[in-house]
């Protein structure tokens, strides 16, 4: 029996042809410039976003902290929203590594103010460190995969740009919210200087994410990479799914989106569940279930025994992400199991 796993999207599989043409990639040393396939997928990364060159990292995470550390010194702060995945996911990266610290901002559905934004920028003064990065997150993940709205980007870069302080975006899922709002991912690429967006996820390739930028960003970031032990050798294996993945896997997420809200609003009619279904905009569902008198972790053990797979929780909040390998009939057995359930 299928199992029906919504934990993540990062729990795909690369597809069929992915695992072809990662057997029959092209490779080389790609810390001499050698790998083809890497090469390829660079040029196309940074063309599709608009940018000068990409950087090719084993994940998210590490492309993240490659942004922090090459836009900032040792003892600057950045300005991130509180939610945000830098600050809260990535093990306080940005202080081990970049020892940097965080001023954190209280977002609207994961985006700045841009008034806030613009009060947290440090004067000069000798007590202060120097504001040396803003970061951004579109689609936003803890406030459930929603979309920052491009108008709210393009202030925040223009502030940027007053105070000469670079923008980073951590587009994880920037794909996902140029299917939602329609439009060419560099609308929104446009107002970032530097790009980190997974191959991993909902595009379904094995490993990898690629930061994107300016030449001069990029010749910096592939030595901090190099630093944090990122430079790889024959990854071109790796490349030639992050190809299909950019290619073809960003043009199918309108489908994921759909099946999240058909789950949404599935969901939204049973007694004991509680969820914003207008908020639905992407892959990410966040439901209240404590309604139902369970837990999330108790939900977890029960849907487990229909070969449903759900990250549980200690209240009853939890998170559900609809993927390439969750189709329309899942999404029925889904809402069926839950009916039992009750
Ligand atoms: C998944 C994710 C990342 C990076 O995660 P890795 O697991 O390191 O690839 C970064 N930012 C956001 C918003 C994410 O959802």
């Given at each position: ?9 990062t729990v ?5 042809k992915m695992r072809k043409a ?5 490779v080389g040393d790609?810390?001499?410039r ?8 660079e040029y ?5 976003l608009?940018?000068?060159a990409a950087?090719?990292?084993p994940?998210g995470?590490?492309g993240?902290?490659v942004?922090v550390l ?14 945000s995945?830098i600050?809260i996911?990535e ?8 020892g940097?610290?965080a001023?954190?901002l ?6 700045l103010?841009v008034?806030?934004v613009?009060?947290?920028i440090?004067?000069?003064d000798?007590?202060y460190?120097?504001?040396s990065l803003i970061c ?6 803890k406030?459930g995969g929603k ?5 709210n ?5 223009e502030?940027?740009k007053?105070h000469?302080?670079p923008i ?8 996902n919210?140029s299917?939602?709002?329609n439009?060419?991912?560099?609308e ?8 980190n ?7 379904c ?5 690629v ?15 190099k630093?944090l032990g990122?430079?790889m050798r024959q990854a071109?294996?790796?490349?030639a799914a ?8 960003t043009l199918?997420?309108q ?10 609003e599935?969901l ?7 969820l914003?279904?207008e908020?639905v905009q992407?892959n990410?569902?966040?439901v ?5 008198g369970i ?7 029960s849907l487990k025994?229909?070969?449903i797979?759900?990250?549980g929780s200690k ?6 992400v609809t993927h390439?390998y ?5 999404i029925?057995?889904v809402?069926k199991?839950?009916?039992?359930l009750?």
């Amino acid at each position: 029996m299928k199992l029906i796993d919504l934990r993540s999207d990062t729990v795909t599989k690369p597809t069929e042809k992915m695992r072809k043409a990662m057997y029959k990639a092209e490779v080389g040393d790609d810390v001499y410039r050698d790998d083809p396939t890497i090469i390829e997928l660079e040029y196309k990364a940074a063309k599709k976003l608009g940018k000068e060159a990409a950087l090719f990292v084993p994940s998210g995470t590490m492309g993240n902290q490659v942004a922090v550390l090459t836009h900032t010194q040792r003892g600057e702060e950045i300005i991130l929203e509180e939610n945000s995945h830098i600050f809260i996911n990535e093990v306080g990266g940005i202080a081990i590594l970049a020892g940097v610290q965080a001023k954190t901002l209280k977002g609207v559905s994961g985006a700045l103010n841009v008034n806030d934004v613009e009060n947290a920028i440090r004067e000069e003064d000798i007590h202060y460190p120097k504001t040396s990065l803003i970061c951004i997150e579109n689609t936003h993940n803890k406030a459930g995969g929603k979309v920052i709205p491009i108008e709210n980007m393009k202030s925040i870069y223009e502030l940027g740009k007053k105070h000469s302080i670079p923008i980073h975006l951590d587009g994880a899922r920037i794909f996902n919210a140029s299917t939602y709002l329609n439009v060419d991912v560099k609308e929104i690429a446009q107002f970032a200087d530097s790009i980190n967006f997974c191959l991993s996820k909902g595009l379904c390739a094995p490993i990898g994410s690629v930061l994107v930028g300016s030449n001069e960003f990029i010749n910096k970031a592939r030595k901090n990479r190099k630093l944090l032990g990122g430079g790889m050798r024959q990854a071109g294996i790796l490349a030639a799914a992050g190809i299909i993945a950019l290619d073809e896997m960003t043009l199918r997420l309108q489908e994921d989106h759909e099946n999240a809200k058909n789950l949404a609003e599935g969901l939204a009619e049973i007694p004991g569940i509680h969820l914003d279904v207008e908020g639905v905009q992407t892959n990410i569902i966040m439901v209240d279930v404590s309604g139902m008198g369970i837990n999330g972790n108790q939900l977890a053990d029960s849907l487990k025994k229909y070969n449903i797979l759900i990250n549980g929780s200690k209240d009853g909040n939890i998170r559900l992400v609809t993927h390439a390998y969750i189709n329309k009939d899942d999404i029925d057995k889904v809402l069926k199991s839950f009916k039992n359930l009750i």
